[in-house]
C-alpha cells in the first residue's frame, strides 16, 4: 500500500507533529484553566472592551440590554465556552497528530 | 654527563612504575567483582605481558579514575603541567609516539623551529604518506563516481586499535635518515597495487571507450556517406544513360545543340572518368559546421563539395552527450594540392577523419566488420567496468580505515620531526607538555610500547625544570566543555589563573534567564535540550553538517541549564506566555463593593490602595499574580523592580569577580598585587557600588507602605518614596515638626549621619585612586633597582645555557638573598625584560582608569538585564494580545476553527521571535555580561591552549570530509 495521500515530508511532520501535541497540551490546559475561572483569562473574555466598538462589547451590551456590567452568570457562561472553544481546537490538534502519524508513517526517513 | 642523568632517571622512572602500579591494586582490592572477572584473563596470558589491549584499557580506566579523584584543582585552575624531557630509541620511537598519541595527554613541542619543513629529519616519509593519501583518494574519487558508499569503521574500537597492529606491519627500511633504521609501511602494500591497477583499468578503459567512439563514428560515416554515394552514383548513373542515350539515339538529337554544350558534355565525361574525384569523410561538431563551410569555400576556392548529414543519436553509443551534436560530413575534391590544404582546415577545426573506402562492396564489409567490432568492445567494456566495481566495492570497505592509518602515520612522522638527535645520533630527544597528573601514566605508556617494539634500551622520560610559560590545561567533559569554550573563545587562561568556567556555570544561564524569565518559553528550550541530550548519541552518528545545528548541539547543556533557569526566573516573574499563574492566593483584595462598581461608568480605572486591600503579608514567592492585573501601573513596579534586581545582581557579580582576583593575586604570591591593587579597588567598590546595594536592600526591608517611624525619623508611608542620592546637601527627615511631609521629602537623608558617612565614603573612595595609580609602579621601580645592584654586587654566578634552545639564564649558587630576589619572578618576569618605568606606569594608569569608569559604566551596563527583561514581557503579551486573544472574541464553533489557526500563528512566532531571536540576543548580552562585565575583573586571558598529541582526532576528520581533507590535514598539523 502506498501513500495515500503524500502531502509531508519528513521535516514538515516533524515540525506538524510538534506543533500538534504542543497543541493538544496547551489548548488542553487552557481550556481547564478557563473552566476554573481564572482570574487571569478575565481580559481575554472580551469584557471591558473601552468603548466598546469591539466584538466583545456589543455582545455584552446586546446581553444586558445597555447596562455596562456583565452579570456573574453571563461571565460564567463566557469562561464555559471558552473552555469548551479551547478543548475543541485540542481535539482538532489532536485530529491533526493522528493524521500526521498516519502521513510520517510512509516516510522512509525516520525523524523520531 | 649524559650517561648519569639517564641512569638516575631510569631508576625514578623504575621506581615511579612501581607507584603506578600500587592505585591499580588498590582498585582491586576495592573491586573484588572487577577482579573476578578480570583475574582469568591475565592468568591466561600467564609468563607473558598482559596484551596490549588490556593495558591501554586498563590505563585508560585508570587514567579516569585519577581524573575523579585527586584534581581538584583541574576544576577552578588549570592543571599542573610539565615539560618533560624524552629520550627515545630510534627503533622503538615510531612505537612510542603512536601509543602516546593513542593516549592522547603530552603535547610536543617543537624542538627545530628554525629548521624549514623540507629540511626536516622525515621529510621523505611525510612525503610518502602525502603519496599513499593521494592514492586512497583517488580511490575514492573513483568510488564517488561509482556511487559506492564507504563502509563505516567498525566501531570506535576497531579504529582505535589498528595503530598497534601498523606498527607490527611496519617494514625495516634502511636508508632513511642517519643510521636509524625506521619502519616503513607496508600495510600500504594492498592499495598500492589496488590504485595500480585501478589505475590501469581506467587507462584501458578509456582506450577502449575512445576506440568504441571512433567505432561509432566510423559506423555513421558509413551509415549517413552511404546515401551520399548513392546519391553521387545515382546521378553519374543517370548522366551515363543520359549520355549514352543521345548517342544511341541520333535521331533524336536535343533540342538545342551547339558545339559548347558538346564540349561541355565531353569536359564532364573527363572528370567523371579520367580525373577521378577524391573525397574525404569526418565527423564534426555541428556548431563548427558553418565556419568550416565558409573556410572551406574561401580556401578552396568553390573546388571543394561539402556534403553533411546531422547524426541522429540511436542511443548506441556510451556517451551520447557528445555525439548528439555531431555532424557527418564528405569533402569531394580534386588534386593533392586541396588534400592537403582540406586536412588541415579539419585539424584545425578538430574534426575527426575517418577512411572510407571507395567502393560499395568494400564499404558494406567494413560496416558489417565495424559493428561486430563495436559489439566486441560492448562485451569488454561491460566487463571492465564490472570488474572495476567489483574491486572497488571491495576496497571501500577497508578504505575508511586505510586511510585513518595512513593519516595517523603521516601525523607520527610530523611529530618526529620535532625532535632532536643528540649529539651522538643514538636517540631522538622530545620534549612534551605533560600535565602532572598523568606522568605516570605516560612513563607506562612508554614503557610499554619500548617493550613491544622490541628495543633493549628502555625510552626515559625525566621531568626539566623550565621558565618557558606553561600551556594551559582544562580538563572538560561534554557538560563543562560548553562552558569552557565559552571562556576560552575570550581568551585562554594564563597558566595557574582562576579558571572562569565553573562559576559561568552557574550565573551565565541565570543572567541569562534574568532576561529571559518565562516559564513557557523556558519549557519550550528545556524541551528542545533535552531531546538533544537524550538523543545525543543518534544525532552525533547522524553526522549533520549543518553549522546552525551544530551550534545549537554542541551548547545542548548550556541551553539546558538556561532553559532550567528561565523557568525558576519565570516563576519568580510569575510568567507564563505573559500570563500569570495564581498558585497561593494573591495578597491584594478588592475592597471595593459590587453594587458600588456597578454604580459607575464601566471603563473607570480604579486603584487598590494598600491601606485597604493589601492584606498585610506578602505574596510568598515571586511577583503577586495581582499585577498581571493591573493595567496601568504594572509596568511602575515591575520596571522598579528589575533595574534594582539588575543592580543588586550587577554588582554582586563585580564584587565576586574582584574577590576571584584576589585568590588570583595569592596564588601567584604577588603582595604588591593584594596590597594595591586588590584593597582599593575593593574600597572603592563597596565605598559607593556595595553601598548602594546596601541602600536598595534597607530600603525594600524596612520602608513600607505604612506611615512608621524608620532609623528615628518618621516616616509618612507610600506618598514618601525614597530615592536615593549622594554627595548633595539636603535636609534630613521626611517630615517637618507639624507632622506634615516636607515637599521633595523622598530625597531627603533617611538615617541619622548619612551626611557624614557618606562623606567619609566618597573621600575614601577618592583617595583610593591615586593609590592604585602610583603605589604599585613606584614599588616595582624600587625592587628593580634593588635587584639590579644586588646582582651586580653577589660575585658567586653562573650562567646556565641551553645548547639547544639558545638560551641563556643567570643563576645564583648557593647566595639566599639572590633567590629571595628571583622568587617573584614566578609572578612577574620583569627581571628578564627591561624594566621601563614609564611603560609601567602607563600601563597601572590605563588599569586603574579601567577600573574606576569600569565601575560606573559596568553597573549601567548590567542595567540591561532590566531591559531585556523588560522587552522580553512587553514583547509575549504583545503577543497574546495581538494574536492569540483575538480567537477568544469568536463565539462558537467558528471560534473553534479560530483558536485552532490563530494557536499555530501564535506557537510559530512565540518560537521563532520569542524563543530564538530574543533567547540569542539574550544570550549574547549575557556573554557580554561575562566577557567585559565579570571577567575584566580578575581575568587575563592571555595563556596559550595546551593542544595535546591525539591520533583520534584523526579519525575524526578522516570520517568527516574525505573529499577536501587537504584543509583537515593542515589545521591537524598546524
Known amino acids: 500500500m502506498g501513500r495515500i495521500c503524500p502531502l509531508l515530508g519528513p521535516k514538515a511532520s516533524a515540525f506538524c507533529m510538534v506543533m500538534s501535541i504542543w497543541g493538544v497540551i496547551f489548548l488542553g490546559l487552557l481550556g481547564v484553566f478557563f473552566h476554573i475561572q481564572a482570574v487571569t483569562l478575565f481580559p481575554d473574555l472580551g469584557f471591558g472592551e473601552g468603548e466598546g466598538g469591539k466584538e466583545g462589547g456589543h455582545s455584552v451590551e446586546e446581553a444586558e440590554g445597555g447596562q455596562a456590567w456583565p452579570s456573574n452568570e453571563l461571565v460564567e457562561s463566557r469562561y464555559s465556552d471558552k473552555a469548551i472553544q479551547c478543548w475543541i481546537a485540542a481535539g482538532m490538534y489532536g485530529v491533526t497528530l493522528v493524521l500526521v502519524f498516519w502521513q510520517n508513517k510512509y516516510n522512509t526517513q525516520q525523524i523520531f | 654527563m649524559d650517561l648519569t642523568t639517564s641512569v638516575l632517571v631510569s631508576d625514578e622512572s623504575e621506581a615511579s612504575g612501581k607507584s603506578v602500579v600500587a592505585p591499580s591494586s588498590r582498585r582491586k582490592v576495592r573491586s573484588p567483582i572487577g577482579t573476578r572477572t578480570r583475574l582469568p584473563a591475565e592468568a591466561a596470558g600467564t609468563g607473558k605481558l598482559p596484551t596490549r589491549r588490556d593495558v591501554a584499557s586498563r590505563a585508560r580506566r585508570r587514567s579516569m579514575t585519577h581524573r575523579s579523584v585527586g584534581r581538584e584543582r583541574g576544576v577552578w585552575r588549570s592543571e599542573e603541567v610539565c615539560l618533560a624531557q624524552l629520550l627515545l630509541q630510534p627503533d ?15 603535547q610536543f613541542r617543537d624542538l627545530n623551529p628554525s629548521v624549514s619543513s623540507f629540511q626536516r629529519k622525515y621529510v621523505n616519509e611525510v612525503r610518502r604518506c602525502d603519496e599513499l593519501e593521494r592514492k586512497l583518494r583517488y580511490l575514492r574519487r573513483e568510488m564517488k563516481n561509482e556511487g559506492i558508499e564507504l563502509a563505516e569503521l567498525a566501531g570506535s574500537e576497531e579504529a582505535h586499535m589498528t595503530l598497534p597492529d601498523d606498527v607490527i606491519d611496519l617494514d625495516v627500511f634502511s636508508t632513511s635518515p642517519p643510521r636509524l633504521a625506521l619502519p616503513n609501511i607496508r600495510i600500504t602494500e594492498p592499495f598500492e597495487k589496488l590504485e595500480k591497477e585501478l589505475r590501469e583499468s581506467n587507462r584501458n578503459e578509456e582506450k577502449l571507450k575512445k576506440n568504441h567512439a571512433e567505432l561509432i563514428e566510423l559506423k555513421h560515416i558509413l551509415r549517413k556517406t552511404q546515401g551520399l554515394f548513392e546519391e553521387m552514383d545515382q546521378r553519374r548513373a543517370r548522366f551515363v544513360e543520359g549520355r549514352n542515350s543521345t548517342s544511341s539515339h541520333p535521331d533524336e538529337p536535343p533540342l538545342i545543340t551547339t558545339v559548347e554544350d558538346d564540349e561541355a558534355i565531353h569536359s564532364r565525361e573527363i572528370s567523371l572518368h579520367i580525373l577521378k574525384l577524391r573525397f574525404v569523410t569526418g565527423v564534426i561538431q555541428r556548431e563548427r559546421l558553418p565556419a568550416f563551410e565558409k573556410l572551406l569555400w574561401r580556401v578552396c576556392r568553390g573546388n571543394a563539395f561539402l556534403k553533411t548529414a546531422d547524426i541522429d543519436d540511436d542511443g548506441s553509443s556510451p556517451n551520447s552527450s557528445e555525439s548528439a551534436d555531431r555532424a557527418v560530413f564528405i569533402i569531394f575534391f580534386q588534386g593533392e594540392q586541396l588534400h592537403i590544404k582540406i586536412r588541415k582546415i579539419c585539424e584545425s577545426f578538430r574534426a575527426h577523419l575517418h577512411p572510407c573506402p571507395e567502393t560499395p562492396q568494400e564499404r558494406r564489409e567494413m560496416s ?102 606553561l600551556p594551559t590545561f582544562h580538563r572538560t567533559n561534554k557538560f563543562t566543555r560548553g562552558f569552557q569554550n565559552i571562556v576560552d573563545a575570550y581568551g585562554i ?38 531531546f538533544f541530550i537524550l538523543k545525543e548519541k543518534q544525532l552525533e552518528t547522524a ?33 507564563v506566555f505573559a500570563k500569570s499563574i495564581a498558585i497561593f492566593d494573591s495578597s491584594w483584595v ?38 498581571n492585573l493591573a493595567e496601568t501601573n504594572k509596568l511602575i513596579f515591575l520596571n522598579s523592580m528589575k533595574m534594582k534586581m539588575a543592580v543588586l545582581l550587577g554588582i554582586g557579580q563585580m564584587t565576586f569577580g574582584l574577590i576571584l582576583s584576589f585568590y588570583n593575586h595569592k596564588y601567584f604570591k604577588s603582595d604588591l598585587d593584594i596590597k ?17 546595594c546596601l541602600q536598595i536592600i534597607i530600603k525594600w526591608i524596612f520602608f513600607s507602605w505604612k506611615a512608621d517611624s524608620v532609623f528615628g525619623f518618621s516616616y509618612p508611608g507610600a506618598s514618601c518614596l525614597i530615592n536615593m542620592l549622594m554627595m548633595k546637601s539636603r535636609p534630613s527627615g521626611f517630615v ?17 549621619g548619612q551626611e557624614l558617612l557618606e562623606k567619609i565614603l566618597v573621600l575614601v573612595a577618592i583617595c583610593c585612586i591615586p593609590v592604585m595609580l602610583f603605589v604599585k609602579p613606584f614599588l616595582q621601580f624600587r625592587r628593580h633597582h634593588k635587584m ?57 594608569s590605563i588599569q586603574t582608569i579601567e577600573f574606576v569608569l569600569g565601575c560606573i559604566s559596568h553597573t549601567a551596563s548590567y542595567l540591561r538585564l532590566w531591559a531585556l527583561s523588560l522587552a522580553h514581557a512587553q514583547l509575549s503579551e504583545v503577543l497574546w494580545k495581538m494574536v492569540f486573544a483575538h480567537a477568544f472574541r469568536v463565539e462558537g464553533y467558528m471560534g473553534a476553527i479560530v483558536t485552532y489557526v490563530l494557536f499555530f500563528i501564535f506557537a510559530f512566532l512565540s518560537v521563532f521571535i520569542l524563543v530564538i531571536m530574543e533567547g540569542l540576543s539574550a544570550f549574547l548580552h549575557t556573554l557580554r555580561l561575562h566577557w567585559v562585565e565579570f571577567q575584566s575583573k580578575f581575568y587575563s586571558g592571555n595563556g596559550s591552549v595546551f593542544t595535546p598529541f591525539c591520533l583520534n582526532q584523526i579519525n575524526l576528520s578522516a570520517d568527516l570530509s574525505m573529499d577536501n581533507s587537504h584543509l583537515d590535514e593542515d589545521s591537524i598539523l598546524q
Request: aromatic content about 10%.
Open chain 2, 92 to 106: 622503538a620511537a615510531f612505537a612510542c609516539v603512536a601509543q602516546l598519541g593513542e593516549l592522547g595527554i603530552v
Open chain 2, 368 to 469: 558489417i566488420e565495424v559493428a561486430t567490432r563495436i559489439e566486441d568492445l560492448n562485451k569488454v567494456l561491460a566487463q571492465t567496468q564490472q570488474h572495476k566495481h567489483r574491486v572497488l566495492v571491495a576496497a571501500s570497505k577497508n578504505l575508511r580505515m586505510w586511510l585513518t592509518k595512513v593519516l595517523k602515520i603521516k601525523f607520527i612522522y610530523h611529530t618526529l620531526n620535532l625532535f632532536n638527535f643528540d649529539v651522538t645520533q643514538r636517540c631522538l630527544i622530545a620534549e612534551v607538555w605533560c600535565p602532572e597528573a598523568e606522568l605516570d601514566l605516560v612513563k607506562q605508556t612508554l614503557k610499554r610500547a619500548t617493550n613491544e617494539s622490541g628495543c633493549q634500551v628502555p625510552s626515559i622520560l625525566h621531568k626539566i625544570e623550565t621558565n618557558k610559560t
Open chain 2, 493 to 530: 587562561a594564563n597558566y595557574g589563573e582562576i579558571n572562569p568556567a565553573p562559576y559561568i556555570m552557574i550565573s551565565f544561564p541565570f543572567l541569562f534567564a534574568v532576561m529571559f524569565g518565562d516559564i513557557g518559553h523556558g519549557i519550550l528550550m528545556l524541551a528542545v535540550a533535552l
Open chain 2, 543 to 575: 553526522n549533520i553538517n549543518n553549522e546552525i545545528f551544530q551550534t545549537f548541539f554542541s551548547g545542548r547543556y548550556v541551553i539546558l541549564l538556561m532553559g532550567a533557569f528561565s523557568i525558576y526566573t519565570g516563576f519568580m516573574y510569575n510568567e
Open chain 2, 590 to 627: 478588592n475592597p471595593y463593593k459590587i453594587s458600588s462598581l456597578r454604580a459607575s461608568p464601566h471603563d473607570q480605572i480604579r486603584q487598590l490602595s494598600p491601606e485597604h486591600s493589601y492584606l498585610g503579608s506578602p505574596y510568598p514567592i515571586g511577583v503577586d499574580p495581582v499585577w
Open chain 2, 676 to 692: 594595591f591593587m586588590f584593597i582599593p579597588q575593593m574600597l572603592f567598590l563597596s565605598c559607593i557600588f556595595i553601598y548602594l
Open chain 2, 736 to 752: 517637618n515638626e507639624n507632622g506634615e511631609s516636607i515637599s521633595q521629602c523622598h530625597l531627603n537623608y533617611w538615617y541619622p
Open chain 2, 788 to 844: 639590579a645592584r644586588s646582582i651586580h654586587t653577589s660575585r658567586n654566578l653562573t650562567v646556565r645555557i641551553n645548547m639547544s634552545t639558545d638560551e641563556a639564564e643567570i643563576a645564583g649558587t648557593g647566595s639566599e638573598e639572590l633567590a629571595k630576589v628571583h622568587t617573584p619572578q614566578t609572578s612577574h618576569s620583569h627581571s628578564q625584560k627591561e624594566f621601563d618605568p614609564s611603560d609601567v606606569l602607563v600601563n597601572q
